[in-house]
């Protein structure tokens, strides 16, 4: 049993990351025919380091990424004390919501947004509203529940009495909430906002409905790339964006087992 289930795990592991490997293969290939390895090159990212379209628009990407990953940080901590301290029916119904743009499709999303947008350009009697601020809104929206359900497990881990003795030791809720609580939750912000960072990173469907032309993201400008034969400096960008997203993953889950051990310790010198 055991033999079959490394096995298993293997294969699923191959079904995984086989298609990343033929990948990071191909983006080193001299040749442009990703069936035939002709020799080993450094030349496609030499050529993807001068683009002068692609790079713009990763740039463009990375600061949609980083600014709605901070506001979606902020705003999902702050929901998620608020739901925490609620009773526990109240509780259950906003987990429940905070769920649902998680489970909704993506297309259904861009969609909506995109209706809405275009309700509010009428309404504000706009030609067109969609760049930089319509992108940003999406993102924020589909990066906060992540943020949210990140942050709730270290409410609930934490000891109730840190923040009632700085209370009672004189500090404001706000004070005890900065000086205590956000210590104790900071694995899971920092966890949510690394999650918020790369989910914002790669997307492509709900950006593709509530992007402008004065501002387009790089997951959007490839999928026009897809319409015609792949240049092999577009297999290096892929293996790069991989390689940052697969860095981010690990350091999230290094917090999260450094957090755990830390609450082991503290439940054994407590013991």
């Not at 030499?46 to 740039?59: I, N, Y």
């Amino acid at each position: 049993m055991k033999r079959f289930t490394r096995i298993f795990t293997v294969v699923v592991f191959l079904f995984l990351y086989l298609p990343m490997i033929v990948l990071a293969v191909a983006s080193f290939n001299k040749g442009s025919d990703i069936g035939a390895f002709t020799g080993f090159t450094f030349r496609q990212y030499g050529e993807l380091f001068r683009d002068s379209t692609l790079l713009p628009l990763l740039g463009n990407s990375i600061i949609i990424a980083v600014v709605a990953a901070l506001i979606s940080t902020i705003l999902g901590t702050m929901a998620a004390v608020g739901i925490h301290n609620m009773r526990r029916r109240p509780q259950a119904m906003a987990m429940a919501l905070t769920n649902i743009p998680m489970t909704n499709p993506d297309i259904v999303t861009g969609v909506s947004l995109a209706l809405l947008f275009a309700f509010a350009g009428v309404m504000l009697r706009r030609n067109s509203v969609m760049g930089f601020g319509t992108l940003l809104i999406a993102h924020i929206t589909f990066d906060m529940p992540y943020v949210i359900l990140s942050v709730m497990p270290k409410l609930t881990q934490m000891d109730p009495d840190l923040e009632e003795a700085a209370l009672d030791l004189g500090c404001t809720p706000v004070k005890a909430f900065f000086r205590v609580v956000i210590h104790e939750i900071m694995p899971g912000i920092i966890s949510g906002a690394l999650m918020a960072f790369t989910m914002s990173l790669d997307d492509f469907v709900i950006s593709y409905f509530v992007y402008g032309p004065n501002f387009v993201t790089l997951p959007v400008e490839i999928y026009n790339y897809t319409k015609k034969p792949l240049q092999p400096k577009i297999y290096a960008l892929f293996t790069l964006l991989f390689l940052v997203i697969l860095l981010l993953m690990v350091l999230m889950n290094l917090l999260q087992l450094r957090d755990a051990r830390q609450r082991q310790i503290r439940k054994g010198g407590a013991s």
